[in-house]
């Protein structure tokens, strides 16, 4: 997820739930204050009663205001999730890095390509993800490695090391920093029933 979105999510997280704090802290300050200031025609809530009864209801519904009012908001909050969502599914377009020729640039999905089949050809690793996340005059690489069960880290260390060499300096006008995570395959026995 990029870091713009991130921070938006979380602002808006952070301020809906600052509505809902001062709201709730409001009503939990202030007992009974709130059913003084509802319109005249709102009937007086008893202590076990809800604040709209179903004639109340029934009533409500039938003003003019009321159809036009649910359409709208519901057309508003749907649009609005629609949106959300779009957003979403949007950030699947993967960047491209200007290299230092004039007008050429590199796919981040080629060279995540290019070092997954260089770290699979390495002597126990089974299978490799990796990931290039560019950030201004940065590349995070990072190469999730799974060994084979009979493989240790220290004797596939040396060849990423060298691979992540490979990479910062074919990309050398960027900053690269290569992050490694190793998992292991396990030895899956045979169940027996």
């Keep these: 997820m990029q870091p713009s979105r991130t921070v938006s999510h979380r602002a808006a997280l952070g301020l809906v739930g600052l ?3 001062a709201g709730g802290t409001w009503l939990a300050v202030t007992p009974a204050s709130w059913a003084t200031g509802l319109p005249t025609w709102w009937p007086d809530p008893g202590p076990h009663t809800a604040l709209v009864d179903r004639d109340g209801l029934a009533e409500l519904r039938t003003t003019r205001w009321w159809t036009p009012s649910v359409v709208t908001g519901s057309i508003a909050a749907t649009t609005l999730f629609a949106l959300c969502c779009v957003r979403q599914l949007r950030g ?24 997954t089949r260089q770290a699979v050809a390495i002597d ?20 999730h490695v799974w060994l084979r069960p ?32 190793f998992s292991a395959r396990t030895h899956r026995g045979s169940h027996v029933r």
């Design 124 to 143: 126990g690793v089974v299978r490799c993800r990796t990931r290039v996340l560019p950030r201004h005059r940065h590349l995070n690489v990072t190469l």
């Design 19 to 21: 509505v809902l704090l």
């Design 150 to 181: 009979d493989a240790t880290p220290a004797a596939v260390l040396p060849a990423l090391a060298d691979l992540a060499g490979r990479t910062e300096t074919a990309l050398s006008p960027y900053d690269v920093r290569t992050r490694v995570r």
């Design 92 to 115: 699947g377009a993967r960047p491209s890095i200007p290299l230092p020729v004039p007008g050429s640039t590199l796919r981040t999905r080629a060279l995540e390509d290019a070092a």
